[in-house]
Every structure is written in structure tokens, then in C-alpha cells.
């Protein structure tokens, strides 16, 4: 069996679209019943119909649900609510598993706890975190990346600016000072010269009346 199926799993991977479960929330805020959901996302430039396509728990859980008749547009969110798929997922360990129409297990995770509120979201590493902002059926809110804008655009651009007004602070202080000083020894020269040439005038004078 394993060698009859081994020749068939690369060409089926090499067909099948790259479809892939990007947020589920197995432990909501209100009513699990209402507001479970898994959210699949559509990573290829075309439309794909997902008829025949199935949504699992862990094996052994909930029945899988297959859909019917519901085409996913390009780089599009879909999310399946709980109502509808009669997926229940756990609140401690469960998975969540997505399959090609010819059963084709092509997509698979597994958790071993949950937060109230809080969805797994696929970050773009294709790790999972989980976001306190579940976003059924939209881009995803990644709670590091989300906070990391904030910081990393302002917080390096603060400092780049404050480090130009430091630096130009700094110049400024020490290019002052020696202006200043420069323009005191100046002076000092000028007042010892203008001496000097007194003092050469008044001797030169002097000499002259002696020679008179
Ligand atoms: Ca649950
Ligand atoms: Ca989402």
C-alpha cells in the first residue's frame, strides 16, 4: 500500500493549491457553540472551489465537515464557524486538520492549551501565536508583528531623529565654544600687536627727540 500511494503524493502535491488553515479559535469569549471557528486562507493568485475540501478536529473527534459549493477568492480569509461545520474544538489539546478532496491531509495543527478570547493565528515564519484579536474572515492580527510596528517604525525613527539633534546638539556645543575662544585669542593678538606698535611709535619718538 505504502509504495502503491508514494508515486501518487507528488503529483498530488504538486496540483493541489496552496491552501492552508491561518486561524482558528477553539476557545471563545462567548459561546463555544456559536463562536468556534477555522479560518482558511486562499495563498494562490486564482479562485479555487473547495467543493469536496474537508475540515477535521483530531482524529476520532467530531465528524469532518465537507464543503460544498463555496469558491475561495485569491489571497481571501474564509473562516468556518462552529454552526456550520459541527466541528467542536477542544479547549485543552485538540488539532485542527484541513484535506483535499481526495482525502489528502494537507494541512495539520495541533495545540495543547488555550486562552479564553484568544485564536491561534499562522504568523508569516508559518508559526502559531495566539492573538487576542480573532479576525474571522479578515487578514490576521499578529500580536508580536502588531505591537512591532508600533515600535519598531516610531521607536528607530525617534532615535534616529534624536541622534541627529544630538549629534547636531553636540556639534553646535563644541563648535561654539571654540569659535568663541578663537575669536578671544584674536583679540588678545590684535591688543598685543596694537601694543607693540604703540610702544614702537612712542620709542621711535623718543629716539628721534634724543637724536634732536
Ligand atoms: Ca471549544
Ligand atoms: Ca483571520
Same mark, same amino acid.
Request: glycine share 4%.
Given at each position: 500500500?505504502?509504495? +502503491?500511494? +508514494? ?30 471557528? *477555522? ?44 454552526? $456550520? ?14 484535506? =483535499? ?13 488555550? $486562552? ?27 500580536? +508580536? ?29 563644541? =563648535? #561654539?565654544?571654540?569659535? $568663541?575662544?578663537?575669536?578671544?585669542? $584674536?583679540?588678545?593678538?590684535?591688543? +598685543?600687536?596694537?601694543?607693540?606698535? *604703540? ?7 623718543? #629716539? ?5
Amino acid at each position: 500500500m505504502i509504495a +502503491a500511494n +508514494a508515486p501518487t503524493t507528488p503529483i498530488l502535491n504538486a496540483t493541489v493549491p496552496d491552501i492552508f488553515i491561518s486561524e482558528f479559535l477553539p476557545n471563545p469569549a462567548g459561546s463555544d457553540n456559536e463562536l468556534e471557528f *477555522i479560518e482558511i486562507f486562499n495563498n494562490e493568485n486564482y479562485p479555487v472551489d473547495l467543493t469536496g475540501w474537508q475540515l477535521d478536529d483530531e482524529e476520532g473527534g467530531s465528524k469532518p465537515y465537507t464543503i460544498d459549493g463555496i469558491i475561495i477568492k485569491p489571497n481571501e480569509y474564509l473562516a468556518f464557524f462552529r454552526p $456550520q461545520t459541527k466541528i467542536a474544538l477542544n479547549n485543552n489539546q485538540d488539532s485542527v486538520r484541513l484535506f =483535499t478532496p481526495d482525502n489528502q491531509l494537507i494541512d495539520q495543527t495541533n495545540y495543547d492549551k488555550t $486562552q479564553e478570547g484568544f485564536s491561534y493565528v499562522k504568523d508569516p515564519d508559518d508559526d502559531w501565536q495566539q492573538s487576542p484579536t480573532p479576525t474571522p474572515n479578515e487578514i490576521n492580527v499578529l500580536p +508580536a508583528i502588531a505591537e512591532m510596528p508600533t515600535g519598531s517604525t516610531s521607536t528607530p525613527e525617534l532615535g534616529k531623529i534624536l541622534g541627529a539633534e544630538n549629534i547636531t546638539d553636540s556639534k553646535e556645543s563644541q =563648535t #561654539t565654544p571654540f569659535f $568663541q575662544s578663537t575669536n578671544k585669542l $584674536q583679540h588678545l593678538i590684535a591688543i +598685543a600687536l596694537v601694543s607693540v606698535l *604703540i610702544i614702537i611709535v612712542i620709542l621711535v619718538k623718543l #629716539t628721534n627727540r634724543n637724536k634732536k
